[in-house]
């Protein structure tokens, strides 16, 4: 709900990793020149609104801290109270931005060494990046999307809120690591896709409800292998190239990934959503999908290199690294 409501109000939502130290949030904060946060007061042990105050003691430019949740610090706004307290709420914006400010977006934050890449992505792109999930997993309105994903960075925005709003979808988010609560919710009756990381495939597979699913969306980071799946019925491969982009395709072997089903270009109705090549052993992008460290180069249409490289044994593509 903070993501829409920013960009309802035209302003620029910017995902940042709720698990980064306050070091790494100070450079995230610096890059995109933040001007508000909002946060949570905790999270399991972590603290997070007090170490945003921390971090905002070195930037004069941070002017508004927001927190939910109990026992939010002095000097922070206390979100909970002001959501159940029935008020008058000034007009917003009937567009996110106009068109002196370009098209409107958000930004998310490469998770690097440096940790300061930051990439702009238009509203457009966002959909352009779901679509092809969605057409993949056959999501439909009034299906029960459920993701172990949080909306911090672009595969977790576009895999769970984005294909929502695209399929018409309901989003149920849940903890990673809570297998009761979630075998219970796979006990449902509604028509469910789920989302996971990648790495949780094998134990995905042996809970008792998995087959259920009409689809298993396994959203993987480099480095990968394609082979030796234990097979989950339905499967959908979303592969992260970084904060660029994602490479997206429903697996037609119940085993393996299909390197030549994520390297290809992907289309719709309109044209090419995201277009890759290979070159040599690296893989290059290109198209409406890609993100963009640079708001100005966002209409540009040049191959971008992926920062892939592919693996082969033989003629046989075997991972991406």
Same mark, same amino acid.
Not at 217 to 228: F, M, S
Not at 239 to 258: K, P, Q, T, V
Not at 286 to 305: H, I, K, N, Q, T
């Given at each position: 709900?903070?993501?829409?409501?920013?960009? #309802? *109000?035209?302003?620029?939502?910017?995902?940042?990793?709720?698990?980064?130290?306050?070091?790494?949030?100070?450079?995230?904060?610096?890059?995109?020149?933040? $001007?508000?946060?909002?946060?949570?007061?905790?999270?399991?042990?972590? @603290?997070?609104?007090?170490?945003? %105050?921390?971090?905002?003691?070195?930037?004069? $430019?941070?002017?508004?801290?927001?927190?939910?949740?109990?026992?939010?610090? &002095?000097?922070?706004?206390?979100?909970?109270?002001?959501?159940?307290?029935?008020?008058?709420?000034?007009?917003?914006?009937?567009?996110?931005?106009?068109?002196?400010?370009?098209?409107?977006?958000?930004?998310?934050?490469?998770?690097?060494?440096?940790? #300061?890449?930051?990439?702009?992505?238009?509203?457009?792109?966002?959909?352009?990046?779901?679509?092809?999930?969605?057409?993949?997993? #056959?999501?439909?309105?009034?299906?029960?999307?459920?993701?172990?994903?949080?909306?911090?960075?672009?595969?977790?925005?576009?895999?769970?809120?984005?294909?929502?709003?695209?399929?018409?979808?309901?989003?149920?988010?849940?903890?990673?690591?809570?297998?009761?609560?979630?075998?219970?919710?796979?006990?449902?009756?509604?028509?469910?896709?789920?989302?996971?990381?990648?790495?949780?495939?094998?134990?995905?597979?042996?809970?008792?409800?998995?087959?259920?699913?009409?689809?298993? !969306?396994?959203?993987?980071?480099?480095?990968?292998?394609?082979?030796?799946?234990?097979?989950?019925?339905?499967?959908? &491969?979303?592969?992260? %190239?970084?904060?660029?982009?994602?490479?997206?395709?429903?697996?037609?072997?119940?085993? @393996? !990934?299909?390197?030549?089903?994520?390297?290809?270009?992907? =289309?719709?109705?309109?044209? *090419?959503?995201?277009?890759? $090549?290979?070159?040599? &052993?690296?893989?290059?992008? $290109?198209?409406?999908?890609?993100?963009?460290?640079?708001?100005?180069?966002? =209409?540009?249409?040049?191959? @971008?290199?992926?920062?892939?490289?592919?693996? @082969? #044994?033989?003629?046989?593509?075997?991972?991406?690294?």
């Amino acid at each position: 709900m903070s993501i829409l409501a920013v960009g #309802k *109000a035209g302003l620029t939502p910017c995902l940042m990793d709720v698990t980064a130290t306050a070091g790494e949030l100070s450079s995230a904060i610096e890059t995109a020149d933040v $001007r508000a946060v909002i946060t949570q007061a905790r999270l399991g042990p972590d @603290r997070l609104a007090e170490k945003l %105050c921390f971090v905002a003691a070195g930037f004069f $430019r941070l002017r508004f801290l927001l927190a939910f949740g109990p026992a939010v610090p &002095d000097g922070v706004v206390d979100l909970d109270p002001i959501l159940l307290e029935p008020r008058r709420t000034a007009a917003v914006p009937s567009s996110a931005a106009s068109a002196d400010e370009g098209e409107p977006g958000l930004v998310t934050f490469a998770r690097d060494a440096a940790g #300061k890449t930051a990439y702009f992505r238009t509203y457009r792109s966002l959909i352009a990046a779901a679509a092809p999930i969605v057409g993949a997993a #056959k999501l439909h309105p009034g299906d029960r999307l459920l993701t172990l994903l949080p909306p911090d960075d672009l595969k977790g925005v576009v895999t769970g809120l984005v294909a929502g709003l695209v399929a018409g979808a309901t989003v149920e988010t849940h903890a990673v690591f809570a297998e009761q609560r979630l075998s219970q919710a796979l006990a449902g009756p509604e028509p469910t896709h789920l989302v996971v990381p990648g790495w949780m495939e094998p134990a995905i597979a042996e809970l008792p409800n998995a087959r259920a699913l009409l689809s298993t !969306i396994l959203v993987h980071e480099p480095p990968l292998a394609l082979d030796g799946r234990p097979g989950l019925g339905r499967a959908v &491969d979303v592969l992260c %190239c970084s904060e660029l982009a994602l490479l997206s395709s429903a697996r037609s072997a119940a085993d @393996r !990934i299909g390197s030549m089903d994520l390297c290809t270009a992907k =289309e719709n109705g309109s044209g *090419a959503l995201l277009e890759a $090549r290979i070159d040599g &052993d690296q893989l290059w992008l $290109r198209g409406p999908a890609l993100a963009w460290p640079d708001r100005a180069e966002v =209409e540009a249409a040049e191959w @971008r290199p992926s920062g892939l490289r592919i693996e @082969r #044994k033989g003629a046989e593509v075997t991972g991406l690294t």
